[in-house]
Structure formats: structure tokens, C-alpha cells
T-cell receptor, first 116, second 113 residues
Framework: ETGVTQTPRHLVMGMTNKKSLKCEQH?????MYWYKQSAKKPLELMFV???????ENNSVPSRFSPECPNSSHLFLHLHTLQPEDSALYLC???????????????FGPGTRLTVL | GQNIDQPTEMTATEGAIVQINCTYQ??????LFWYQQHAGEAPTFLSY????GLEEKGRFSSFLSRSKGYSYLLLKELQMKDSASYLC??????????????FGTGTQLKVEL
């Protein structure tokens, strides 16, 4: 595997279900991100982990719970979601470097989530 | 906070040149990125500007003016495969490490024959 991978690619769940999204990066990066992409809206940053510590929680409801067990893996645990949470959830990774350095974010293909 | 504006849609002809503009108002700035996203796929990195001026990369160029809060992406010799959404994003650094990208809504470019 290369780059950033995400599983599953598609997920349909009921409002009472509990599920988890998985992201794995094979780039040797030390920062990982969760984004939400809804139709007609900008990509919204949800969480940032740098060196396995959460450094940003962008006012995300508690029904979304991230976990970063090591620098290569990132999870998003989902419970009691709402239909408006249906969206594409993208994972990204980057290297933590000095100010002004490129350290662009590399994105995974996303998980298309539908909440019924 | 950050506010990023870019046109919603643009149409251009194969072989032509198109310029996609992006304006931003930000509380912090550490670079501006352009990403390309084909339908159903991950965004892919195109270009990066942190200083004023033009960065050229093959058929793609990006320009930045920090004083005006303005950037553009220039695509030359358009090909049908360039039909995609082009995302402008402003970066701010996080004190705990990593970086925070704030994205515009994206410009959907359609290339026609």
C-alpha cells in the first residue's frame, strides 16, 4: 500500500449504530487530519493529531470521537449520528516541519457515509 | 477566522488558458495551497505559495499577493482531464504542531471541446 488509505470506502448506518472509520498513512508523516466534505460546502477540518497528540478539535459534536494510536493510524469512531452527518469523510497526513516549509497534506480517497 | 472566496463554476475550451481566482481574509497566514479534486476522488496537491509572486509548474502556475489577499491558479493548454474541482486553501500553523488548512468551496471547471 502506498499513500493514504481509508476503509471502508462506503458505509451506510442507522442513527443508533456504532461504527468506526479507519485511516492509514504509508508516508512516514507525523501529523494526521480528519475532514468532512458535504455537497456545496467547503472541506471542513474536524480534528488534527500531531505527534499522536490531538492539537485541534474544530467544534465537532461529541458523537464523533477520534483516536490516534500511533503516527500511522487514525480512527474516527461514530455513534448516534444524524442524517445531516452524511458526507464524505477524508483523512490526510503531513509532515510537521518548520514554518514556511511546504509540508503539504496528502489525502486519502475518503469514506462516503450515509446515515439513515 | 478565515474566509475564502472563489467562483463556483467555470467553463473553458480544450487548448485554452483559464485563470481561477481566490481571495481570502484571514487572521493567520502561512501559505496558500491549490488542490485538484476529481469527482469521487481525493484532493491532490497542485501548488503552494508562501511569498508573493508566480510559481510555475508545467501547465499549472499559481500567483500570490499577500497584501491584496489574492491568489490565482492558471491552467494552460487545457485538456479534457483537467475537468475537476479546484480548491483554494489557506494554511495556518498550529501551536501544537501540524498545520490547519481552511478551504474555499472549490471551483468546478468544465473543459469542453
Amino acid at each position: 500500500e502506498t499513500g493514504v488509505t481509508q476503509t471502508p470506502r462506503h458505509l451506510v448506518m442507522g442513527m443508533t449504530n456504532k461504527k468506526s472509520l479507519k485511516c492509514e498513512q504509508h508516508l512516514g508523516h507525523n501529523a494526521m487530519y480528519w475532514y468532512k466534505q458535504s455537497a456545496k460546502k467547503p472541506l471542513e477540518l474536524m480534528f488534527v493529531y500531531s505527534l499522536e497528540e490531538r492539537v485541534e478539535n474544530n467544534s465537532v459534536p461529541s458523537r464523533f470521537s477520534p483516536e490516534c494510536p500511533n503516527s500511522s493510524h487514525l480512527f474516527l469512531h461514530l455513534h448516534t449520528l444524524q442524517p445531516e452527518d452524511s458526507a464524505l469523510y477524508l483523512c490526510a497526513s503531513s509532515q510537521v516541519l518548520g514554518q514556511g516549509a511546504l509540508n503539504e497534506q496528502f489525502f486519502g480517497p475518503g469514506t462516503r457515509l450515509t446515515v439513515l | 477566522g478565515q474566509n475564502i472566496d472563489q467562483p463556483t463554476e467555470m467553463t473553458a475550451t480544450e487548448g485554452a488558458i483559464v485563470q481561477i481566482n481566490c481571495t481570502y481574509q484571514t487572521s493567520g497566514f502561512n501559505g496558500l495551497f491549490w488542490y485538484q479534486q476529481h469527482a469521487g476522488e481525493a484532493p491532490t496537491f497542485l501548488s503552494y505559495n508562501v511569498l508573493d509572486g508566480l510559481e510555475e509548474k508545467g501547465r499549472f502556475s499559481s500567483f500570490l499577493s499577500r497584501s491584496k489577499g489574492y491568489s490565482y491558479l492558471l491552467l494552460k493548454e487545457l485538456q479534457m482531464k483537467d475537468s475537476a474541482s479546484y480548491l483554494c486553501a489557506v494554511r495556518d500553523l498550529l501551536t501544537g504542531g501540524g498545520n490547519k488548512l481552511t478551504f474555499g468551496t472549490g471551483t468546478q471547471l468544465k473543459v469542453e471541446l
